[in-house]
């Protein structure tokens, strides 16, 4: 009996930090058939959504049983729907892209505004090189030789948002962290992807970048919620890992 508390006292403890959890890193692979503790939510195409009974984690499934993708079940739910549709990002999106330099690695952001377009705060010629102006760019531009990206997911109920990838198979230990801490104080308003787009057009042109209080992370979320901030910016500040690495790459570029 004192194992069963136990159990459930522990279990208790997990769920609360499930919906950290966001779009975990996978290796795509077969599992088995059974249906032992999860149960098919959705299914499309033949790919399936399921939920484990026991943790309320969910998986991404496909035809062949080839585990797609794994995490919290709201992120898992919203990727499963941008993943048996026509195209990944959505007019309107946050997208981010995490680069890797010698020294460490950073996210770099943009907002989506459709047909293969996006708008970010970047140089003409690089994130850091030459002008740093807000323009308009092609997707190709703006992942360079990366392939996975992210769409920051905000799920409309006030939680951190969350990063969902486009890949289905990425692992990456030592990634940045799977959402965005909000600033508690700041006063949020959740655009629809029209007025996101048309907020990032208001600022085509600007050239006033500036590391701290004005950055590529500042805009994109302005441009979605109003609030301008960098959660780059504040680890860096608060010396969590790979700020001060983080600060050199930027400086240095």
């Not at 984690?57 to 499963?80: C, P, Q, Y």
């Not at 990944?88 to 020294?103: H, M, N, S, W």
């Not at 992370?217 to 960098?230: N, P």
Request: charged share 30%.
């Amino acid at each position: 009996m004192q194992d069963l508390v136990l159990f459930e006292k522990e279990l208790s403890r997990l769920r609360l930090q499930l919906p950290e959890l966001a779009d975990c890193p996978n290796r795509e692979r077969t599992v088995s058939d059974g249906h032992y503790f999860w149960e098919d939510v959705e299914e499309k195409n033949g790919w399936r959504l399921q939920q484990n009974l026991i943790t309320g984690l969910s998986r991404i499934l496909d035809e062949h049983n080839i585990r797609k993708a794994w995490g919290s079940a709201g992120v898992m739910k919203e990727k499963f729907r941008r993943l048996t549709r026509k195209e990944f990002p959505e007019k309107g999106d946050v997208l981010g892209i995490t680069r890797e330099k010698a020294l460490g690695i950073y996210d770099h952001y943009a907002v989506y505004i459709g047909n293969g377009r996006v708008i970010h705060y970047a140089g003409m010629n690089g994130d850091f090189s030459d002008r740093i102006v807000i323009h308009e760019a092609s997707m190709e531009e703006f992942l360079k030789e990366d392939k996975d990206y992210f769409v920051l997911y905000f799920g409309g109920d006030g939680r951190c948002p969350q990063k969902i990838h486009s890949s289905t198979s990425f692992w990456r230990p030592d990634i940045i962290e799977p959402r965005i801490e909000w600033a508690k104080h700041a006063e949020k308003t959740l655009y629809s992807p029209g007025e996101t787009v048309q907020r990032a057009k208001s600022r085509l042109g600007e050239e006033e970048y500036h590391l701290a209080i004005n950055n590529c992370e500042h805009f994109a979320l302005w441009c979605k919620t109003g609030v301008s901030q960098s959660y780059q910016v504040k680890r860096a500040v608060n010396g969590v890992t790979r700020g001060h690495a983080l600060l050199r790459i930027l400086l240095d570029s």
